[in-house]
């Protein structure tokens, strides 16, 4: 079994410089391949990266890499705006002279506003360069992260399959034995009828086997017992092989459910019904499942 699911997360931590990040990657299921990304302002390239990746290592699912990064250090100027210290004393300095207010203090002062600017600096183009550098292969570990569960999931989801597509197999087989009574008794179920009717006129029998051999034909169900071991096949060789097989397992799905109708409709015996019904049950089990395989 070399196939995989379509749910997982992966993640993984970074620093780098004065920045610490987490790149994450998940998954759920999906027709189609499609990749978004959520990172922080400034890193809009690696928007690239990941969906490169994600390229790379799957061909189904909605996935979801995000990478969340912050500053450990401040890395910022402080300074007193002494202008605006002056303007703020010239402005109280005609009330300490009246004894309306006492001096300002420095605490005071420096609460007010402007008295301190901070000035972030520019970020060292190289150094930013190397930090974009280490989170892009970052993401790239989250993707192998998420590859290494949706592998996991496909182990799990192996032995499910091949249980449900061994179930369809003996119902199937159980659906043949039963199917090779049903001639005899249509013809004694029309026969009973027809003697209901009119009793015993001379060539009744005749009749009786012609009308028979008709609904016979009707209700042969040997074509769709053997489609449906066919797809059993089918199913199986797909299970063992390698590479993605979920598009084409679902498509399997949906030929099991024709042939399963058609075996329903055409029964003529309870007992066949009930094998046609239980056999749908499987059926809607396997293509549940198989949604999730990539």
Same mark, same amino acid.
């Given at each position: *079994?070399?196939?995989?699911? *379509? ?19 998940? $998954? ?6 499609? %990749? ?11 928007? &690239? ?87 892009? %292969? ?16 496909? %182990? ?28 005899? %008794? ?5 026969? &009973?009828?027809?003697?209901? #009717? ?41 299970? $063992? ?15 099991? *459910? &024709? ?9 003529? #015996? ?8 239980? #056999? ?15």
């Amino acid at each position: *079994m070399a196939f995989s699911g *379509m749910t997982g997360f992966g993640r993984v931590e970074g620093v780098a410089g004065d920045w610490t990040w987490a790149a994450e990657a998940r $998954s759920v299921n999906g027709r189609n391949l499609d %990749v978004r990304f959520r990172g922080p302002p400034g890193f809009e390239s690696l928007e &690239r990266i990941a969906r490169d990746g994600a390229q790379a290592r799957f061909q189904r699912g909605q996935i979801t890499v995000g990478l969340q990064a912050k500053r450990t250090e401040s890395q910022a100027q402080v300074r007193i705006n002494l202008d605006q210290v002056e303007r703020y004393l010239a402005v109280t300095a005609a009330l300490v002279a009246d004894g309306r207010a006492s001096p300002p203090s420095l605490d005071g002062l420096l609460a007010l506003r402007g008295v301190i600017e901070v000035a972030e600096t520019d970020a060292d183009p190289e150094a930013l360069a190397q930090v974009e550098a280490a989170m892009a %292969v970052s993401i790239s570990g989250a993707l192998e992260a998420l590859k290494t569960a949706r592998d996991g999931e496909g %182990v799990a989801l192996s032995g499910v399959l091949m249980g449900l597509t061994d179930k369809i197999a003996d119902l199937t087989r159980q659906a043949e034995d039963l199917a090779t009574g049903q001639p005899e %008794v249509l013809k004694a179920r029309f026969e &009973r009828r027809m003697r209901e #009717l009119i009793g015993d006129p001379a060539g009744l029998d005749e009749r009786i086997v012609q009308e028979a051999a008709a609904m016979a034909v009707k209700v042969d169900v040997r074509e769709e017992l053997d489609r449906l071991a066919g797809h059993v096949d089918s199913a199986r060789a797909m299970l $063992s092989g390698d590479g993605p097989v979920g598009r084409r397992l679902d498509f399997l799905t949906q030929e099991f *459910m &024709r042939e399963a109708n058609t075996l329903c409709s055409k029964s003529a #015996l309870s007992a066949l019904t009930a094998v046609g019904l239980e #056999l749908k049950a499987v059926i809607e089990q396997l293509r549940e499942q198989v949604q999730n395989v990539e």
